[in-house]
């Protein structure tokens, strides 16, 4: 057998300790069973309000809505859990727009070029 056979296969076991290490501490959590309350709304409402810039308003009222989607409304944001509003088909930030009951007002310093699709989307939770 050679010298490097014997050590095949063994353990490493040092020659010297040169230090003391105290034997790890291990602690578990001790989980209780945690209940979860999960409220879930019994009915959610979505309104749309439909219409298309003409590149030189800002502000948008009721009367603007497009006729082919039917009777829209824009609602008061105080009657509603959400509102947000798109730009041809981009979620704007709350600081781009303003809402009011009847009408909503755009606060960005450019406005969508004529035939750009605007949503205002309003949600209720009940």
Request: hydrophobic share 35%.
């Amino acid at each position: 057998m050679k010298s490097g056979d014997k050590m095949k296969n063994q353990p490493y076991v040092p020659l010297k300790v040169t230090s003391s290490f105290p034997k790890p501490l291990m602690r578990t959590n001790i989980v209780t069973k945690q209940q979860f309350l999960i409220v879930c709304p019994k009915q959610v409402v979505s309104h749309e309000f439909f219409v298309i810039s003409d590149g030189r308003r800002r502000v948008f009222s009721d009367e603007d809505g497009l006729i082919e989607y039917g009777r829209q409304k824009i609602l008061n944001p105080l009657t509603v859990s959400y509102i947000n509003l798109f730009i041809n088909g981009i979620l704007q930030p709350k600081m781009n727009y303003q809402v009011e009951e009847g009408k909503f007002n755009l606060l960005t310093e450019d406005i969508p070029t004529e035939g750009t699709p605007i949503i205002l989307q309003m949600i209720t939770y009940y």
